[in-house]
């Protein structure tokens, strides 16, 4: 069974940064592929990031694209996301996901695995 724990979240005035983690159980975390999606109040779940299980791809949701960066340290079972230039609209509980195809998925229902989640609010 692989365990998701995020952390980092919290209240960030606009234009702020926050930087989330996410630690991974699985000692074979460098197989998975990591995936960082969120869910606003009254709004579907919305796909923000995805990272290869290499570190090597990484692609972005629209609405983030330029703003955030996904990134990954295999040696410690961890992914993170870099959330810079908040909005208000950033505003959502954030979850981490894993996979263990190798593809990077877009999609939520693509994922194997998720996190409890993190509230990140971003005020005006």
């Known amino acids: 069974q692989v365990q998701l724990v995020e952390s980092g979240g919290g209240l960030v005035q606009a234009g702020g940064s926050l930087r989330l983690s996410c630690a991974v159980s699985?000692?074979?975390?460098?197989?998975?592929?990591m995936g960082w999606f969120r869910r606003a109040p009254g709004k579907e779940r919305e796909f923000v990031a995805v990272?290869?299980?290499?570190?090597?791809?990484?692609y972005y949701g629209d609405s983030v694209k330029g703003r955030f960066t996904i990134s990954r340290d295999n040696a410690k079972n961890t992914v993170y996301l870099q959330m810079n230039s908040l909005k208000p609209e950033d505003t959502a509980v954030y979850y981490c996901?894993?996979?263990?195809?190798?593809?990077?998925?877009?999609?939520?229902?693509?994922?194997?695995?998720w996190g409890q989640g993190t509230q990140v609010t971003v005020s005006s």
């Open positions: 990272i290869g299980w290499s570190g090597d791809s990484s």
């Open positions: 996901a894993a996979d263990r195809d190798y593809s990077v998925h877009f999609y939520a229902r693509e994922y194997e695995y």
């Open positions: 699985k000692r074979t975390f460098g197989s998975l592929t």
